[in-house]
């Protein structure tokens, strides 16, 4: 009879024991580490006029210029991304795809340009579903996850050039219509 009792309290001593040693505190965050969730929001502003895009790569300034820097972003996983924000206006709410991808540079030899032989190689993609808002327009932050094809050479100073290409995004609804996209060139700075 004293044996199940005994067996019972030495269950909870060592149960108590691997408590107090922190064991559990050492299994992992299971948000810590993980990609940043794209964000998506209505915003405010007046519809697009006729001809105007309706789909574009923007900044707190507005549209993103032509040759913005891009910041590299590392994740504690040791994947790497850039964040990007698409600007999409809607005529009615809906279940969107965008497609978002960085091309590196591929310059034609012999066309002018700058010198992009030490710049490191990049490219990337990511796919996000998107619930647009109802007659008007969709802000999105997502990351565009970057594979490093080649990290580039420094010059004499030390310095690594900025990876250069086109960022871009094609816009699909997920009901039958026509699909939309818009392209940037970009730097990304490692």
């Given at each position: 009879?004293?044996?199940?009792k005994?067996?019972?309290?030495?269950a909870?001593?060592?149960?108590l024991?691997v408590?107090s040693?922190?064991?559990f505190?050492?299994?992992p965050?299971?948000?810590?580490?993980?990609?940043?969730?794209?964000?998506?929001?209505?915003?405010?502003?007046?519809?697009?006029?006729a001809?105007?895009?309706?789909?574009?790569?923007?900044?707190?300034?507005g549209?993103?210029?032509a040759?913005?820097?891009?910041?590299?972003?590392?994740?504690p996983?040791?994947?790497?991304?850039?964040?990007a924000t698409?600007r999409?206006?809607t005529?009615?709410d809906?279940?969107?795809?965008y497609?978002?991808?960085?091309?590196?540079?591929?310059?034609e030899?012999?066309?002018p340009?700058?010198?992009?032989?030490?710049?490191p190689?990049l490219?990337?993609?990511n796919t996000v579903?998107?619930n647009?808002?109802?007659?008007?327009?969709?802000?999105?932050?997502?990351?565009?996850?970057?594979?490093i094809?080649?990290?580039?050479?420094?010059?004499?100073?030390?310095?690594?050039?900025?990876a250069r290409g086109?960022l871009r995004?094609?816009?699909?609804?997920?009901?039958?219509g026509e699909?939309?996209?818009?392209?940037?060139?970009v730097?990304i700075?490692?």
């Open positions: 009879m004293r044996l199940p005994l067996q019972i309290s030495v909870i001593t060592a149960l024991g408590c040693m922190g064991t505190c050492v299994l965050d299971p948000n810590q580490g993980a990609p940043p969730d794209p964000s998506i929001s209505c915003a405010a502003g007046e519809p697009p006029a001809g105007e895009v309706t789909l574009f790569f923007s900044d707190p300034a549209q993103l210029p040759d913005a820097v891009l910041q590299l972003e590392y994740g996983q040791g994947g790497q991304h850039v964040m698409v999409h206006h005529s009615s809906g279940v969107w795809a497609r978002l991808a960085f091309a590196p540079d591929t310059a030899p012999g066309t340009g700058p010198d992009t032989s030490r710049a190689k490219e990337g993609s579903p998107v647009a808002c109802a007659s008007g327009w969709t802000e999105t932050t997502a990351p565009v996850f970057i594979n094809m080649d990290s580039g050479q420094a010059d004499a100073a030390g310095e690594i050039p900025k086109v995004v094609v816009a699909t609804p997920k009901e039958a699909k939309t996209s818009a392209e940037v060139r730097q700075a490692m």
